[in-house]
């Protein structure tokens, strides 16, 4: 009886986080719109995945798929056209979770045990006139990320200890835009 539990207890935890994330893990579309995407982070060290969308940020726990916890983002803007990069989410070494707009120069972090929100206001080097957000987070060292920006082909050095985000790179309309990595192949192409 015990091995049809746990069977059925593990087809429910596949199930859920299947329904939780797209093929690769990453972004879920579904229709048009702000309202319908989903971006999903598995933090396997603490059995957490954080699902990101256009109502804030929702903390699930990934051994039963449990929803644990709602994080409102205070000040949360998201765009709302299709062409546009997702706003992404990302977390360091301490659990401590960081989640961009896509269309302003923003960062929420998400203490990993308190739950605190704190809403970082990014100054920016370039792009003073357009709409700056940021998609595919990725941490290059403490306090530093390294991300695509959302609305234009550009690569972007965020330092999280000075609230500053420094344009690295500007790319043609016809770059893989959301990408970080994808932006450097093309620079290294270039």
Known sequence: MSIQRNLLRFAMIVMTTAGLCACDGSVRREGPGVMDFQVTRADTARSRIWVLDATGLALHDSVNGRR???VELPGLFLAGSDHLCPPDLAFDATGTVFVSSDV?????????????????????????????????????????????GATFPSLWRIDLNRASASKVASYPPSAAACDPGALLRVAARS
């Open 68 to 70: 644990l916890r709602h």
């Open 104 to 148: 302003l120069p923003v960062i929420w972090r998400v203490d990993p045990e308190r739950f605190e929100v704190t809403r970082i206001e990014l100054a920016l080097d370039a792009d003073h006139a357009k709409d700056v957000g940021f998609s595919g987070l990725s941490f290059a060292s403490d306090g530093i990320v390294i991300a695509a």
